[in-house]
């Protein structure tokens, strides 16, 4: 059974930051797309950004030059940089990952390996 297990969430002050780290177990072979996720309730969960197996980036506009993705791909461990956080972007956060070789999308109808969720809070 495939697996992704996030870590790394917790409570920062406005302009802080925390790294969010997604480890994978259970899958044989290198996942295509990979990336993070986010869900506030009553919102439509939205993509924060994207990684394909070839190292290529995408982000949604709102954490462009504040985030940072990166890639294992050695490992398919997934990470993200979140500096300069602010009360928008508390949310819980998903790693997700794609069996397809298809290139990365911006809606999450590619992935089919979900993590649990890690809870991100930014207090103003």
């Known amino acids: 059974r495939v697996q992704l297990m996030e870590s790394g969430g917790g409570s920062v002050q406005t302009g802080g930051s925390l790294r969010l780290s997604c480890g994978a177990s259970?899958?044989?072979?290198?996942?295509?797309?990979m990336g993070w996720f986010r869900k506030v309730p009553g919102k439509e969960r939205e993509r924060v950004a994207t990684?394909?197996?070839?190292?290529?980036?995408k982000y949604s506009d709102f954490v462009k030059g504040r985030f940072t993705v990166s890639r294992d791909t050695g490992k398919d461990n997934l990470y993200l940089q979140m500096n300069n956080l602010n009360s928008e972007d508390t949310a819980i956060y998903y790693c997700?990952?794609?069996?397809?070789?298809?290139?990365?999308?911006?809606?999450?109808?590619?992935?089919?390996?979900w993590g649990e969720g890690t809870m991100v809070a930014v207090a103003s």
């Open positions: 259970g899958y044989t072979g290198t996942f295509g797309c």
């Open positions: 997700a990952a794609a069996s397809s070789t298809n290139p990365c999308r911006s809606d999450y109808f590619l992935m089919n390996y």
């Open positions: 990684v394909e197996s070839g190292g290529a980036t």
